[in-house]
């Protein structure tokens, strides 16, 4: 009988985070699932659970504290005895036009988004080292961090170094057995950008294949990163926008 994978997935109370951990848990793979809300944390886990196809805890909290990070492998180890795929997925997103930019935001985003990746891949990837099983990382970047976009300067450098970060650590965990790669989404249809009536409608116009991604997509992509059929991908980037990067029409002209 195949043993069952083991993944810790952060910011996967909804949106592309649920998604993958959805279709993590369909393939059988056991899954701590993290968000930073107790009420999305615990929902999803209920729902995932239905699934019955595997064993789905649920960890709530900020994925970029020391605390949490600790908890998260912690749980992992205790009830699974090993870690084989890590989605380094939460982040967020402060808007706001470079001239005015505080540096509380500034440094929040750079907290979360790249200390927070850079620590919790670190603690994974020790994991996996002590296992010498190898293992898959996938970290979550955005096309922002290849094309400009209006009021993300903060965001758009922090994804870019998140991208930097998985082609850098290849030098180090190749030879362990370890794969990292990144997934850069596009616009995709969530429960946050559903809140803007005109989401759908204008990237739809935007993008070459004629509509927003819809979270599945975008797992997909991420479940195929991290996958044995991806054993020879790493320290690579994979857009997934409809092709919006290779034309990059303005959402603001």
């Not at 909804?14 to 393939?27: C, M, P, T, Y």
């Not at 450098?157 to 794969?179: H, T, Y």
């Not at 599945?216 to 020879?232: G, K, R, T, W």
């Amino acid at each position: 009988m195949k043993t069952q994978k083991v993944a810790i997935i952060t910011g996967a109370g909804q949106g592309i985070g649920l998604e993958i951990a959805r279709k993590l848990v369909e393939e059988g793979t056991h899954i701590i699932l993290n968000d930073i809300e107790k009420r999305l944390t615990e929902e999803a886990v209920a729902s995932l659970s239905q699934i019955g196809k595997s064993s789905v805890l649920g960890c709530s909290g900020d994925s970029s504290s020391e605390e949490v990070i600790f908890e998260l492998v912690d749980l992992a180890l205790r009830n699974f005895g090993r870690i084989d795929q890590l989605v380094a997925n939460a982040g967020i997103t402060l808007f706001g036009s470079f001239l005015e930019y505080s540096r509380n935001d500034f440094f929040e985003v750079t907290r979360v988004n790249q200390a927070g990746t850079f620590f919790l891949t670190q603690a994974v990837a020790q994991v996996m080292k002590n296992q010498k099983s190898g293992g898959a990382i996938l970290l979550t970047s955005s096309v922002t961090a290849h094309q400009s976009h209006a009021n993300l300067a903060a965001y758009a450098m922090s994804k870019a170094a998140i991208e930097m970060l998985a082609k850098n650590l290849v030098l180090e965990l190749a030879p362990l057995g370890i794969r990292i790669n990144t997934i850069a989404p596009g616009a995709t249809l969530t429960e946050r950008t559903a809140s803007d009536p005109d989401y759908a409608k204008t990237w739809a116009k935007l993008t070459p294949l004629g509509k927003p991604a819809a979270v599945n997509q975008i797992a997909d992509a991420a479940v195929f990163l991290l996958s044995d059929a991806a054993s020879h991908i790493t320290g690579q980037t994979l857009i997934v926008d409809g092709g919006w990067t290779s034309i990059s029409p303005s959402p603001y002209a």
